[in-house]
């Protein structure tokens, strides 16, 4: 998903921040920090017993309030709070994440904000890989493998994912890449068999063969400086332009002689159906929050109801994020009428999950080392708009067939949250009804209980 901040921490455009402590205590709240950290770790040990075995990705889903927009600090927002992400809100539920197992994931794919990575000290970053690690612990305590998914945002300039690739001999990038050598160096230390190193999130690079080819060498020298540090390390890469389908065909995977690598992929097409009711700042994408009403497959959509329903929500917006409500509306039409005419259907996923598994053939790449890292729909609900029930579930499935049917690994984006993941209510136990049975899931507690029914 975008690297851009989630809307449950917009404000009036603005940042909204927590006041903590820093300055001359920073230590003493970093200490303070790993001993509750500590204590919540023992107190969901419980929960399962930790398995020894090599991480093993199957089915997951991401978690990104764990370790990512993390709080700037108030007196200076141009630099992050210390310690990082240890105010409550980073928190998670155990009995949320004993529902995730319950309900047959088996990894977290945990978003990591580098930022106050690339900005700590030399001995901050000892801190923030001890922080991470028992984040990770936390999790694996629960019974899932973990994904240390670096996520870039554009929350503060100079950490922003453009400026960390746009130059590999540029100081930031060797930054980056040193804090990836450090962490795989720290997972080695901590003797966790459960974890693996995703080096990048949807680069927002390579959108041309030019430009994906520096890609392919920007990720032989991330993995270069991991392995130097911990040589059995699963590592997942990505393809160029932001992860997509496209960007994985720029890359020549057979160059990357590694047993133990993951090549990811991301799949929210087509993005007015999947995207329809999003709430963004992208200014290419202004429109989308008035989609509503898009059916899957496409030819199910009745074009002319849907315009006049968007057409509406535009002329009622006190507050449009453009001015020109005629663009808007000529934007929302063209965007239905595109996606009609295209004609997606299920067929549509196939073709494109048939692309990937070319590729993986093509790169000696086995279909178990193929990583769907992000996929979703937005939930339409009274709190927001989205995909009604029906064609999102049916998207959702089709999708997830499409992964397991050609032995693809997958991971669902954000699955505390309701907008596109597992719950009912953010950060809460409930499982969506509707979401865990398109996934193949099993709802706890409710379908135990059918499923030993008299003639259940």
Known sequence: MSSRQPSSKRSGGKLTRRTLIVGSVALTGAAAYLAASSRYADGIEAMARPLSTPAILRRGGSIHTMMNWADLDPAN???YAWPPFAAPHFGVDPAMLRAFRESGLDHIRMTVDPGPFLQATPEQLEQANEILLRRCRELIAADFNVIIDFHPTQQIARFAPERIVADQTS???????NMLA???RAVKASGESRI???MMNEPPYGYDAHSAARWQKMQSIFLAAVRKENANLPVILTGACSGGILGLQYIDGGAFADPNIYWSFHYYDPHTFTHQGVVTSQSNMLYYRYLAG???PAAETHVQPIRDLIAARIDTDRAPPDPDRAKLKEQAFAAVDAYVKADYSEKSIQQD???VAAWAAKNNVTPD?????EFGVMRDSSTASGARAHFREAWMRAVRTAAERR????SLWDINDTSMGLVEEKNKAALHEGTVHALGLTLPGIDKFQANRPGG
Do not use: K, N
């Not at 100081?171 to 890449?177: G, L, S, V």
């Not at 080392?369 to 890292?373: D, H, S, V």
């Open 77 to 79: 927002p141009a630099r």
């Open 171 to 177: 100081e930031q990038f060797h930054a980056y890449t």
């Open 182 to 184: 450090s962490v795989a």
């Open 196 to 198: 693996i190193l995703e």
């Open 294 to 296: 898009i059916a899957w």
């Open 353 to 355: 999950f048939s692309t």
């Open 369 to 373: 080392r193929i990583y769907l890292g």
């Open 407 to 410: 032995g693809f690994a997958w």
